[in-house]
């Protein structure tokens, strides 16, 4: 399978806890992305990689969440001190920035629970 | 500030008839229309995408539509199939940044 994969698909955490998904984009994908979807929304845009430079941060990752594409391949998403409102599922994305338009193509997802 | 819109919150269609999904945007630098579908529990599936250049843009049943002056998109899918029965969404982008999603359409396709 040469597609995004993530893991772990679904984390249940006590309030406080940390977590950390991984995301394998598809080989040869320089760029990378994290979006986190919950209930009744669109996925919402968190951060993105350029190889191993984070490009960009939304202002909903707060410095609670921390995110590292080290060596351009694969990445990591931790979450610190967990709280109940982070109970999404979160998308990891790759792409192959192109002059024209970017499509990006998104993993199976990691639902997480904070209880 | 919501800049990509879906304001059809669900739409059901008969097997074999036309569905059309619709979407709004308000930014004018958007230059490259995507939409996804998504089964629950799943991530998104790219479906097909569109350039500002272009007002339409076909791959299968699937065609999408492009009206600039009025910042709107449209994704048509003929015949629909039960396995449509799914969660589209739209996206935006401006000079290859991130994508911009809406919040969704439920498709439902019943026989």
């Known amino acids: 399978d040469t597609g995004v994969s993530q893991n772990p698909r679904h984390k249940i955490t006590k309030r406080g806890q940390n977590v950390t998904f991984r995301c394998d984009p598809i080989?040869?994908?320089?760029?990378l992305y994290w979006y986190r979807q919950t209930l009744g929304q669109g996925p919402e845009f968190l951060t993105y990689?350029?190889?191993?430079?984070?490009?960009?941060k939304s202002r909903l990752l707060s410095d609670r969440f921390s995110a590292e594409r080290p060596k351009g391949s694969f990445s990591t998403l931790e979450i610190q001190r967990t709280e109940q409102g982070d109970s999404a599922m979160y998308l990891c994305?790759?792409?192959?920035?192109?002059?024209?338009?970017?499509?990006?193509?998104f993993g199976e997802g990691s639902w997480l629970t904070v209880v | 500030d919501q800049q990509v819109k879906q304001n059809s919150p669900s739409l059901s269609v008969q097997e074999g008839r036309i569905s059309i999904l619709n979407c709004d945007y308000t930014?004018?630098?958007?230059?490259?229309f995507l939409w996804y579908k998504k089964y629950p529990a799943e991530g998104p599936t790219f479906l097909i995408s569109?350039?500002?250049?272009?007002d339409k843009n076909e791959d299968g049943r699937f065609t999408v539509f492009l009206n600039k002056s009025a910042k709107h998109l449209s994704l048509h899918i003929v015949p629909s199939q039960p396995g449509d029965s799914a969660v589209y969404f739209c996206?935006?982008?401006?000079?290859?940044?991130?994508?911009?999603f809406g919040t969704g359409t439920r498709l439902q396709v019943f026989p």
């Open positions: 930014n004018s630098m958007f230059d490259y």
């Open positions: 996206a935006a982008s401006f000079n290859t940044d991130k994508l911009i």
């Open positions: 569109i350039s500002s250049i272009k």
């Open positions: 990689f350029q190889n191993e430079a984070q490009l960009e």
């Open positions: 080989s040869e994908h320089n760029r």
């Open positions: 994305a790759s792409s192959v920035s192109t002059p024209v338009g970017n499509t990006i193509y």
